[in-house]
């Protein structure tokens, strides 16, 4: 558990914050010089690239955008895209991939859970992947707060939840979910819009990933 403890060293105190592993920027930055992201497709999810094209242009925020081939994808669609990752090595590449393409992503390099309260009620929509599992569990209903308040009202929280195979006793991250666990946490203050497997995952994720699409009331 994340909180605070005081030492006490003769006269001096210290006051030390403790954070999950997956709250540090060289956790993840580690794991992408190391080429041990997994969840890295290598490029555009072709759910979020037939979604994009049933919605309405607006403003998308992607969470845990990685490399950004989705955040690409959905700015050459004519959306105002915001990407946001916590690796330099994954937002210097979206830098690298959307300079190739000749578009316009807004990049940030930092936490996601710095978008509040800079971005409260900005966004049509929120693209969620495999952020959701890779943060400590234990941060999961400040993450559905945090997409709450970043979205407009009728906003709408795109999601490909995953891995639905894996048990939180597998450890993490990516930490496992269940559909029971998302759908309690995206409870009130949320109706759901869509739900289905995809038949159109990539083969290594059928049935191991579920698209349910939330919108905020």
């Known amino acids: 558990?994340?909180?605070?403890?005081?030492?006490?060293?003769?006269?001096?105190?210290?006051?030390?914050?403790?954070?999950?592993?997956?709250?540090?920027?060289?956790?993840?930055e580690d794991i992408y010089l190391e080429d041990d992201a997994g969840w890295d497709l290598?490029?555009?999810?072709?759910?979020?690239?037939n979604i994009a094209d049933e919605l309405n242009r607006g403003k998308v925020c992607i969470v845990g955008c990685g490399h950004g081939y989705d955040a690409v994808m959905?700015?050459?669609?004519?959306?105002?895209?915001?990407?946001?990752?916590?690796?330099?090595?994954?937002t210097?590449?979206?830098?690298?991939?959307?300079?190739?393409?000749?578009v316009n992503v807004q990049i940030r390099q930092?936490?996601?859970?710095?978008?509040?309260?800079?971005?409260?009620?900005v966004f049509d929509y929120v693209i969620e992947q495999a952020?959701?599992?890779?943060?400590?569990?234990?941060?999961?209903?400040?993450?559905?707060?945090?997409?709450?308040?970043?979205?407009?009202?009728?906003?709408?929280?795109?999601?490909?939840?995953?891995?639905?195979?894996?048990?939180?006793?597998?450890?993490?991250?990516?930490?496992?979910?269940?559909i029971d666990e998302v759908k309690s946490i995206f409870k009130n203050g949320w109706i759901i819009e869509r739900e289905e497997f995809p038949e159109i995952s990539i083969q290594q994720r059928k049935n191991r990933e579920k698209l349910i699409i939330f919108e905020k009331q």
């Open 42 to 49: 290598g490029g555009v999810t072709p759910v979020f690239d």
């Open 1 to 28: 558990m994340g909180g605070i403890f005081h030492t006490r060293n003769h006269a001096t105190f210290l006051l030390v914050k403790l954070v999950y592993k997956e709250d540090a920027a060289q956790f993840w």
């Open 110 to 121: 930092s936490d996601i859970f710095c978008l509040t309260p800079k971005y409260d009620s």
């Open 92 to 102: 210097i590449a979206l830098e690298s991939i959307s300079e190739k393409e000749n």
């Open 131 to 178: 952020c959701f599992c890779a943060i400590n569990p234990e941060r999961r209903k400040e993450y559905e707060r945090l997409v709450y308040k970043i979205l407009k009202p009728g906003g709408k929280m795109i999601g490909l939840w995953f891995p639905l195979d894996k048990t939180m006793a597998d450890g993490g991250p990516p930490w496992g979910i269940t």
């Open 74 to 90: 959905f700015a050459l669609k004519g959306f105002e895209v915001t990407a946001v990752d916590f690796a330099p090595s994954a």
